[in-house]
């Protein structure tokens, strides 16, 4: 049913109709209404499901962790710092390839200290083996959410949903609330092959030596890699029963024939939507927003990028000393093509700092400079810095 | 007050004024609401600092997250904002660099007491010195009002809408069995003797907890209020052996009437005198002489 809601209140709504078994979180802004909305559903009988208000999300992911591995679906939520003190207990869900789904109502990464939204969370834990799926708005958030159960039941992978923090968290749209019979015809009652079972006992999270850690790494980068298929899957099933559509791995808008296109993930793809339709004489473009961060979909970005000469990826992170981290992944996706285009890297919105229209103008303008940026902040403004640091 | 003594607020400001705890606030005015506990905190700190005579420069007010951990902002010393829950290591740190800072740390329950609850038995044991201000309204509140470990059992926030079933912890008597070298409890509401007892917790060389019963008047209106603490809160028995830390345990367990005033006190040497000691005996200087600051 179609009713205006706040993001968060959406999210809260969408996993009660996943019927997880067991919840644990941590508050912190802002994820804080997420988990808040799941109280009053479980006190208000809207859904049954033991639902703890755990002490830190090092605990929190702990408790989910535990319970999956019982066998049960769960759910947990978090953010920013929360994201971090948790990072020990993600890389050990995933190793254990064990199927969790949480979001990540992204927000900045301290010091300095910040509450407002970009994605350095996300992308801090980009390496800890979870499958990332990125939203560009809460009816997506939404959908996604549904759609990383399925995933994360079918790969035994865990599913990180990530929609920006305030930006989608704190906005009301309308949504399309799905109907527990469509939830229940795609998510049916779950079985984990793995869940431990007295009469068939095994022990989790054992050293492994030498002779076996490589194979296990590996076997667990495949599964990444094997995992979009089931991304894609999950997409076109969903849409079957929903009637609505997002994008499987990515999804792209626009000319075809353009010769420049902006890559971005999450909400900011919006932004350029709109900026590109209110900008015609900027000439063709075309849009990429990137869903599936990890698995990084190679072939897929190859083939969204065919034909482009210059490409400026848009990302709310950096990896100081690096550079752009998607954008810096994309020029090694995409030097493999004949014809690779430019990777104009930037990043943008950081710490909250607002993505206004004019981005889209600016990207593009970016493209005529002689030598592409390896990278820049693209909405910085340096007169606020000392000399040195500019 | 009574009315033959009416207190007028411009004498108040004067006498404020002429203290010369000011001279400890910055010029950033609390955020806190109107109301809060915390501003009982401020006064009491700054008036300690002052008794005491310790100067702005030797002075860091380290604090993690939440309400009460905006503290440090509101004080003319030296201040460290920390992560959520992280305030205790990081003034070990401060205290091990430079022995000679008057270190004082604050923190709300939940910063404390949940995601911080894993550091407060190992500052105790070593006797770190210095001085835990423990600011415990029974809520997270700068995230708006959840359950914290200290909330009481039928207690209804927004991740309690079904009531909090969980027991809440006893900080007092979790400190006095970590072996806290200096354990005191007061309250937002009887700011004189709060002051008093902020004084005395900064004054004992070793690591001393200070509990501070404070009404979070936003986001609790049933529980922790001025009210119900004005009614509950007593004074430790008069004779209370402050040396015997059973009877202090004992007295921790009356939960329903908390009583304010030194628990527990113990002489016995710091974390840096022991690491001294080492040196000392491997034939080197201790860390003071050898200048390290
Ligand atoms: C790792 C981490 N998790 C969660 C938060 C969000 N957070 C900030 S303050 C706070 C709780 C504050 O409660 P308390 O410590 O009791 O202080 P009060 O606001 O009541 O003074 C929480 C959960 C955070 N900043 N960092
Ligand atoms: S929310 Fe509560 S604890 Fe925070 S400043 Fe307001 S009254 Fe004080
Ligand atoms: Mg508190």
Known sequence: MRQALEGSQAIAQTVALCRPQVIAAYPITPQTHIVENIAKLVADDK???????????????????GAAAAGSRTYTASASQGILLMSEVLYNIAGLRIPVVMTCANRALSAPLSIWNDQQDSMAVRDAGWIQLYCA???????????????????????????????????????????????????????????????NPITVGTLVSPDYYPEARHAHHQALLNAQDE???????????????????????????AKIGILTLGSVFGTLYEARAAHPELGPVRLIKLRAFRPFPVAAIQEACAGLTDLVVLE??????????????????????????????????????????????????????????????LDAELEKLPAADR | ????????????LEEIRDSGRLHYRSKSL???????????????????????????EDVVVVSGIGCASRFPFFMETYGFHTLHGRTLPVATGVKLANDKLTVVVVGGDGDGFAIGGGHIPHVARRNVDITYLLFDNGIYGLTKGQVSPTSAIGFTTSTSPFENHDQPLNPLMMLLSYGASWVGQAYAGQPEHLAKMIRAAIEHRGFSYLHI??????????????????????????????????????????????AVGLYY??????????LDEIVVRAGGKPAQQAGAG
């Open chain 1, 47 to 65: 859904f049954e499901c033991d639902f703890v208000s755990v002490e830190s999300e090092f605990s929190a992911a702990s408790v989910v962790l």
């Open chain 2, 265 to 274: 006190v113990e002489k016995r040497p710091t974390l840096s005198d022991t």
């Open chain 1, 137 to 199: 708005d809460n009816q997506e958030a939404v959908d996604t959410t549904i759609q990383a159960y399925r995933i994360a039941e079918r790969t035994e992978l865990p599913v990180m949903v990530c929609m920006d923090g305030f930006t989608l968290t704190h906005t009301l749209e309308p949504i399309d609330i799905p109907e527990q019979a469509q939830v229940d015809e795609f998510l049916p009652p779950y079985t984990f092959s793995r869940a431990l079972d007295s009469r």
């Open chain 1, 231 to 257: 991304i894609i899957r999950a997409h076109e099933d969903w849409s079957a029963i929903s009637g609505r559509s997002c994008c499987g791995l990515l999804r792209t808008e626009g000319d075809a024939d």
């Open chain 2, 213 to 258: 019963l404070s009404p979070c008047v936003t986001f609790d209106k049933t529980d922790r209020t001025y009210r119900n603490l004005d009614f509950s809160v007593r004074n430790l028995p008069e004779g209370h052996d402050h040396t015997d830390r059973l009877a202090a345990i004992h007295e921790a367990t009356k939960v329903d009437q908390p």
């Open chain 1, 316 to 377: 709310r992170a950096l990896s100081p000393g690096g550079g752009g981290i998607v954008g810096n992944e994309m020029r090694a996706a995409l030097a493999e093509l004949p014809d690779a285009p430019r990777v104009h890297s930037y990043a943008v919105g950081l710490g909250g700092r607002d993505v206004p229209l004019d981005i889209y103008a600016r990207a593009l303008a970016a493209v005529d400079a002689p030598t592409p940026e390896r990278f820049a902040v």
């Open chain 2, 30 to 56: 609390p955020t806190w609401c109107p109301g809060c506990g915390y501003y009982s905190m401020t006064e009491g700190v700054t008036w300690a600092l002052n008794e005491i005579g310790v100067r702005n």
């Open chain 2, 1 to 12: 007050m009574s009315p033959e003594h009416p207190v007028y607020l411009e004498d108040k």
